[in-house]
């Protein structure tokens, strides 16, 4: 064996089913015994990787020790090769794959035929079709075949199951879903069945082959069993398997608080197959500081209900007692979702919701894609709106991108008798740092509404401008609300300037809160001051 194949073997080695280049090799090795023919169509493994590549190398290849290599092919334990074997046949003799696998289904002695009746079962299963309809176009000999693997499906039954519960585990989900294709029933009452008959203890087999299908149909355990559960003895056999994920559910928990992202996030992968099982950590990942994390859990809880993302969405936003971390989330996914244009819009044109449901609503729709074309026409309706939320959620939605409506929208809402729309408004010419508003946002460093006064403090801190510090030094030494007095010292840290290390210094001395002083003196070491 060279090197280069020596390594390429250990690299492969953790293939599943044996499908990969070491599959591949041994496959090869069982049953090509003549040594030269064996150098020249093994060698085809370190191309391919497939566990039948060798065997349609095999076809091209004429004379009695390729012929003795295809027919040991046709009893190799693994089906793929065995069905690889039919095709390189098929190969040789210029018909179709379907009508060999036919002629060598009626053919096949009595004590050979559940082999035979196996490969057409996985075969025409892996096409995601019954054994008849794979059979329907094998010509003549096909209704006959498909016939006789049915007539054996018992024997079949068997084989897939020893699968099922196989030792490799790689093995089990692609022989559930198979076995279930063939049968014509649902994964999860082919490993209900095939529990019943078989001790607790090996429930982890059957377990870890249903997780398999969950992924493979991008749906979840909980929501498979759940659809499944119609008897009273159904209910016994899922709570086993509900045993078994609860155990594997609480060594998954861990990975929610991993320091790494990508910990986190494959760990959240991982919860999305045990669907309505894992609600609990999927609603914790819903506050994950990462969006992508949160925006997976979202989804995972939205399919585990059996819901449209937008449909998970409406659920979770007009209950009211849902946390504000979760909100986040979702407002997130329903914004970047491609029906997120009706959605929003149905949220925020909806009376019965709360005003701060709605206005959240209208302020996402400048993140909605579809609404591109039209999303002034659509965000202007809500400007006028009477609850004061709603119209300030049509101002930030009107801020991206800056145009001349929004600029309008922002003029007007500086004049708005309701603090909202006023914070909104001054959140605007922050974040687009219009200076040409400075004068405005000034004068209101003197509104009546602290929150106001708040929101004009972090617009000057952006805007950055020198004229500014007189005017926040004065609020900081001034203002009756500690919280506004904590954003003035915030600016006057960042904007700096010896009137600016002044004020600082005087509130560190003098404010009664403590807060308050906490921030001047992390304002006066950014200064390059040296506070006791």
């Not at 400075?438 to 929150?451: G, I, K």
Request: with cysteine; net charge positive; aromatic share 4%.
């Amino acid at each position: 064996m060279t090197a280069s194949l020596l390594l390429l073997l250990l690299l492969s080695a953790g293939q599943p089913g044996s499908q990969g280049a070491t599959g591949c090799w041994t496959a090869c090795q069982r049953n090509v015994q003549d040594p030269a023919l064996r150098a020249r169509v093994c060698r085809t493994c370190l191309t391919s990787g497939r566990a039948e590549s060798w065997l349609l190398e095999l076809a091209e290849k004429p004379g009695p020790p390729a012929q003795a290599a295809l027919r040991s092919a046709l009893g190799d334990p693994n089906w793929r090769v065995r069905w690889g074997a039919v095709r390189a046949q098929a190969k040789l003799q210029s018909v179709l794959d379907r009508r060999m696998l036919a002629d060598w289904v009626s053919d096949i002695p009595a004590r050979d035929e559940v082999v035979a009746c196996v490969t057409a079962a996985r075969a025409a299963a892996a096409a995601g079709v019954s054994t008849a309809s794979f059979l329907r176009d094998a010509g003549a000999r096909g209704p006959a075949a498909a016939a006789r693997v049915w007539e054996k499906r018992d024997a079949v039954r068997r084989a897939l199951e020893v699968e099922v519960y196989a030792e490799d585990a790689t093995l089990r989900g692609e022989a559930l879903l198979h076995l279930a294709t063939f049968l014509g029933r649902t994964p999860a009452r082919v490993a209900l069945e095939a529990m019943a008959q078989r001790p607790e203890s090996a429930d982890a087999a059957p377990a870890s082959a249903l997780l398999w299908v969950a992924d493979k149909q991008n749906t979840s355990v909980g929501r498979l069993l759940l659809l499944e559960a119609k008897q009273p003895s159904d209910q016994v056999l899922i709570n086993r398997l509900f045993g078994v994920y609860s155990q594997e559910l609480e060594a998954l928990q861990k990975g929610l608080s991993a320091p790494d992202v990508a910990s986190r996030r494959a760990t959240v992968q991982s919860l999305r197959l045990y669907g309505p099982l894992a609600r609990r950590e999927l609603e914790r990942a819903l506050g994950d500081e990462d969006s992508s994390i949160r925006q997976i859990a979202a989804r995972a809880l939205a399919q585990s209900e059996g819901l449209s993302l937008t449909e998970a969405a409406g659920r979770w936003l007009r209950t009211a007692s849902t946390e504000p971390a979760t909100r986040r989330a979702w407002w997130e996914v329903a914004a970047a979702d491609k029906r997120c244009d009706s959605f929003l819009l149905e949220m925020a044109r909806d009376t019965r919701l709360p005003p701060a449901t709605r206005g959240e609503a209208v302020a996402r729709l400048s993140e909605c894609e579809r609404l591109a074309k039209r999303h002034f026409e659509e965000v202007s309706t809500f400007l006028t709106d009477a609850q004061p939320q709603v119209r300030a959620g049509a101002v930030r939605a009107l801020a991206q991108p800056r145009s001349a409506l929004g600029d309008g929208a922002v003029a007007a809402a500086l004049e708005d008798a309701a603090p909202e729309v006023v914070v909104a408004a001054l959140f605007v010419v922050g974040q687009h740092r219009q200076k040409d508003r400075a004068e405005e946002v000034v004068a209101l460093l003197d509104a009546s509404s602290p929150e106001v006064r708040q929101a004009a403090i972090e617009a000057l801190e952006r805007l950055g401008r020198a004229q500014d510090v007189k005017p926040l030094a004065r609020v900081l030494r001034e203002d009756r609300v500690a919280a506004v007095r904590v954003a003035a010292a915030q600016a006057l840290g960042l904007l700096g300037g010896p009137f600016a290390a002044s004020a600082l210094s005087q509130a560190l001395s003098q404010d009664p809160d403590s807060h308050v002083q906490h921030v001047a003196r992390k304002g006066l070491a950014r200064l390059g001051f040296s506070p006791p």
